[in-house]
């Protein structure tokens, strides 16, 4: 599977196959690697893989538990952060599981950990980037 998206519009659609792909996906952070002067970030994630069931209320996703391992690459990166717990991270290897996956919000991408500390994610992920320039790629 290969995912490209390149806009310069943040499109719904766009964010809610992101998501999707992402939803549940253990990233973890020691193999995140940021090249600043070239402007990309690439963010190993091992995501799940997942179906499409009809059914009356309409379609729903049904995530199944094998996981699949895959690159997020974000380029035209003007900033990046990570807010981290690095104690309660430290005690997880080093991994988080990304709620709700991938979210874009104006020229914001961020992803969020599932796992909190009182009341807070244990970690975050946020690129600021130029034009929206995403790919996911599973790795074989």
């Not at 996906?25 to 070239?38: G, R």
């Amino acid at each position: 599977m290969h995912i490209a998206i390149n806009t310069s519009k943040n499109l719904i659609v766009f964010q809610e196959l992101l998501s999707l792909f992402t939803n549940y996906a253990q990233i973890d952070v020691t193999e995140i690697v940021y090249n600043q002067k070239e402007m990309w970030v690439e963010i190993p994630l091992s995501r799940r893989t997942f179906e499409m069931k009809a059914t009356i209320f309409g379609k729903q996703v049904k995530y199944g538990k094998e996981r699949k391992q895959a690159i997020l690459r974000v380029k035209r990166i003007e900033s990046l952060e990570m807010c981290a717990e690095n104690d309660i991270l430290t005690e997880q290897n080093n991994i988080f599981t990304a709620l709700f996956g991938l979210k874009i919000d104006g020229q914001r991408i961020y992803l969020s950990s599932a796992e909190e500390s009182q009341g807070k994610p244990i970690c975050e992920i946020v690129v600021h980037v130029s034009d929206i320039d995403i790919e996911i790629t599973d790795v074989c």
